[in-house]
């Protein structure tokens, strides 16, 4: 299996700490790290980070990585949210038994995908994206971080770290005991 983390962004106004804290973590642990965005343009972070991705979403295939991670922000709602390409991925990665990670707004996705139904959840405090939790049966829980299942939810930018930390975590274990656990 490939050393390999597919971070996933918005096209525009994704939150530039949930892409680069957790980057940085995951590039000093030897990852490799692959951008993808809706399309392949520039992308602009809400504070004016510009990344050019490396490919777009559709051309994205779950089994070149050991991870599928979403960085959020107000872009996620109109480039990410239901987008068939991206519940694909993460559907995929999940199935494949690797670890899936969405923080912010984007923490609403694997709801969406249906991998968090019956299990707890986080998402950015937002009221739509607390319904798109409820909506797909997943539990909300107030917390900076929630491990259901090799999926890692988060609900912003102040949690980026302990967010990248988790999923370092989940990278480095062994095996999964499928029970969820919460970072404080």
Known sequence: MADKILYLIAQ?????EEYLVPRAMFESAGYGVTVAAPELRECLGIVKTRVLPDLAIGQADPKDYRAVVIAGGGG???YLWNNPDVLRLIQGAHRSGK???AI???AAL???AGLLKGKRGTVWPEPSAIRELEKNGVVYTESPVVVSDRIVTSPGPDHSRIFGQALLDLLTENTSNGKDRRAT
Request: glycine residues 6%; aromatic residues 6%.
């Open 104 to 106: 912010c707004l984007s």
């Open 76 to 78: 996620s709602k109109k």
């Open 110 to 112: 694997p709801a969406q």
């Open 99 to 101: 670890a899936v990670g």
């Open 12 to 16: 525009d106004h994704f939150r530039d």
